[in-house]
């Protein structure tokens, strides 16, 4: 799905990804960690196209980039990144905003087709917002743009859902409710690639983790491997001990700071 070359992004005198290998292979779903700054949404740019590395080979679904037209291989990807939400419209009602995800466009200046309305209306109810559809966008709650969001990005059937810290702002229980949603589309034929700061947003939905510190991929592979306390230790640069209950980390920082 995802195959991540030694990539290298250079700013200035900076590497700011420096020789990152990453592969995401099908039925797999990633959660990629890291502290503030050490090039997790530069990476999910890159995979998406937006931002080209100064060297290394980036492959998503089969295309390899700079060989292909990567709005093509966009199409098959569901990215939802904060920068999404704020490019929405808050006046339009919750289904033209989910409707319009079945198209390459953020409005519609033209009539919807029923189908796709009726699709909309679908989407929202398996996300629990079928009572919104009618609503301005801008009247919901962080938590339930994000559902609406995501609802949104099932429209186009992506091959890859990407997400950067979707459930950032959300309180405990909108947090459960969007986690939850996310594991209803397991069911689905999708990748998906997550990136967090909560170590307990890991669900048992996700099978992988990578860990970034300052551009590099310092940890990755199936979670138990990576999420041990050593490697969170030299990531986060911190005594972290670490708990499961059943798939799902739960993590405690052994005796505050500086210990
Ligand atoms: N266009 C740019 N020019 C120079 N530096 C940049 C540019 N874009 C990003 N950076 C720097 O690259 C580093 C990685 O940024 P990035 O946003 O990928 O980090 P992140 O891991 O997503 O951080 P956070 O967890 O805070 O969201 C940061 O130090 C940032 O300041």
């Not at 250079?10 to 990804?17: E, H, N, P, V």
């Not at 099932?154 to 810290?165: G, N, Q, T």
Request: with cysteine; net charge neutral; proline share 4%.
């Amino acid at each position: 799905m995802i195959h991540l070359q030694q990539l290298t992004l250079r700013r200035g005198d900076r590497d700011i990804l420096r020789g990152v290998d990453l592969h995401v292979n099908a039925g797999e779903h990633w959660t990629l960690l890291g502290r503030n700054g050490c090039g997790k949404s530069t990476l999910l740019e890159m995979i998406t196209g937006y931002l080209f590395p100064t060297s290394g080979k980036i492959d998503v679904l089969g295309n390899r980039f700079g060989t292909v037209d990567v709005r093509e291989v966009r199409k098959q990807i569901g990215y939802i990144s904060p920068a999404l939400i704020e490019k929405m419209t808050l006046a339009d009602p919750v289904w033209e905003i989910v409707a319009s995800g079945a198209f390459a466009f953020l409005r519609f200046y033209e009539e919807i087709p029923e189908e796709v309305r009726e699709r909309a209306y679908a989407e929202l109810t398996r996300v629990g917002m079928g009572a919104f559809a009618e609503h301005p966008f801008g009247t919901l709650s962080q938590g339930e743009r994000k559902k609406v969001l995501l609802a949104r990005t099932m429209m186009a059937s992506p091959r890859l859902l990407i997400l950067d810290e979707p459930c950032a702002g959300l309180d405990l229980f909108e947090r459960e409710k969007f986690l939850q949603s996310l594991s209803e589309l397991s069911s689905r034929e999708l990748s998906i690639l997550y990136v967090t700061h909560h170590i307990e947003e890991i669900i048992p939905l996700f099978t992988h983790v990578a860990l970034m510190n300052q551009g590099e991929i310092v940890a990755s592979g199936r979670k138990r491997d990576v999420l041990t306390p050593d490697k969170l230790r030299a990531a986060y640069d911190l005594p972290i001990d670490i708990r499961w209950s059943g798939e799902r980390p739960w993590i405690e920082v052994r005796g505050g700071m500086g210990r």
